[in-house]
């Protein structure tokens, strides 16, 4: 009887996660951040049932329990970086999906060409040789190479997620410190424990992937605790993501480093600088002189970019090089393509096309084809 209890609550967090990823999608207002939140809970859903199925035993040396095991694996992987890409969110006030995230979904694509290999070499006892076995035991010696990766596939999520939600915690600690108590609202305390409880099940889950599958299914039921818990919450403050955003912020606003700045009279001077002085025609033109000549450091006018003009450095530039590479090509239809280019402050005339064509829509020579007839 205790066994079917401890079993339900189990594969119980499967089917919520589910539930929950498609109440996210069906939002009326449903954002971006709603969908990242959606799919990384039917990913965790599916991640739920694979460790089910693998640590109860019920599907033990069974067709089904072996399929829905492997081929689970490289969705599981999608998880850690979806969760990445959510808190990224929630801690910047400035977030664009960068190509440099995809690198974080690499291992989805090794997991799944590693279980690809099956299919081309010779098994002779096939799924019944993966049993449900802690590492250290006697019997998980006796496994095939293959196999014993296969194995190590079932703890590499964990181990990827953990590295990543424990970044955040650090980043994030000072909710906890006690001159912030009274500053930090509950939401993002419970944020924090939320946070921490996924650490948590997950390294009591690598331990008991080690010692004892025993161990596998109590990291279980506790990361479906605090599943259901978060669910709750969010039922309770339906703008959880928002809330715990705006409070993230305010709390990074309050360790401000340019608390007492002039921010006002600094973008005013930094305007003047790019539009009256076209600084941006400097093709070397970087961040540190940029500071430079306004007075204040880097980390100041990074901070004022991203924060109060909601632009990276680059992007600010480039729209200013832009904007007088199109005045150009009008004004000066003789001129060549190249020769804008470099005179706005690009250094390569493959640089130029390729920013101008995707903040205005066209190519260079196109956008001084379609300006010349309108003037005619």
Not at 67 to 82: E, K, N
Not at 113 to 118: A, F, G, K, P, V
Not at 120 to 144: K, Q
Request: proline fraction near 3%; hydrophobic fraction near 45%; include cysteine.
């Amino acid at each position: 009887m205790a066994e079917s209890i401890l079993h339900f609550f189990m594969f119980y967090g499967a089917a919520f996660s589910v539930i929950i990823a498609i109440g996210q999608l069906l939002q009326k207002k449903s954002e971006t951040i709603n969908r990242i939140y959606a799919f990384s809970f039917l990913g965790l859903g599916i991640w739920l049932l694979q460790i089910s199925i693998f640590s109860s035993g019920l599907f033990d040396g069974t067709a089904v329990g072996y399929y829905v095991c492997i081929f689970s694996i490289p969705i599981v992987f999608t998880v850690p970086p979806l969760m990445v890409i959510r808190y990224t969110w929630i801690m910047s006030s400035l977030f664009n999906f960068q190509k440099k995230y995809y690198l974080l979904f690499s291992p989805v694509v090794v997991s799944l060409l590693y279980i690809m290999i099956q299919f081309f070499i010779d098994s002779d006892c096939g799924y019944t040789c993966f049993p449900a076995l802690p590492i250290l035991s006697h019997t998980f010696n006796e496994l095939s190479l293959y196999d014993t990766i296969l194995y190590l596939f079932f703890i590499f999520p964990n181990i990827y997620l953990i590295s990543f939600m424990s970044q955040n915690l650090f980043m994030t600690s000072y909710i906890w410190k006690k001159s912030n108590w009274n500053k930090v609202p509950g939401v993002s305390r419970w944020g924090y424990i939320f946070a921490m409880s996924i650490v948590i099940s997950n390294i009591v889950y690598v331990i008991g992937v080690f010692i004892s599958l025993r161990v596998v299914e109590w990291a279980v039921i506790l990361a479906n605790t605090a599943m259901t818990f978060v669910y709750l919450v969010t039922q309770r403050l339906p703008d959880y993501n928002k809330l715990l955003k705006n409070e993230a912020l305010k709390a990074r606003y309050e360790r401000s480093r340019i608390k007492g700045l002039d921010v006002d009279s600094v973008i005013q001077r930094l305007y003047e600088i790019m539009v009256d002085e076209k600084a941006f025609a400097d093709e070397e033109l970087s961040l540190p002189d940029l500071a430079r000549d306004l007075g204040i450091t880097v980390h100041q006018l990074s901070e004022i970019l991203n924060e109060h003009i909601k632009k990276n450095f680059n992007t600010f530039v480039n729209e200013f090089r832009v904007k007088e590479a199109q005045k150009l090509l009008v004004d000066e239809p003789d001129r060549s393509i190249i020769s804008i280019g470099f005179a706005v402050g690009f250094n390569s005339n493959t640089t130029f096309c390729t920013v101008f064509s995707k903040m205005t829509g066209v190519s260079p020579n196109q956008f001084r084809k379609d300006n010349i007839k309108k003037d005619e």
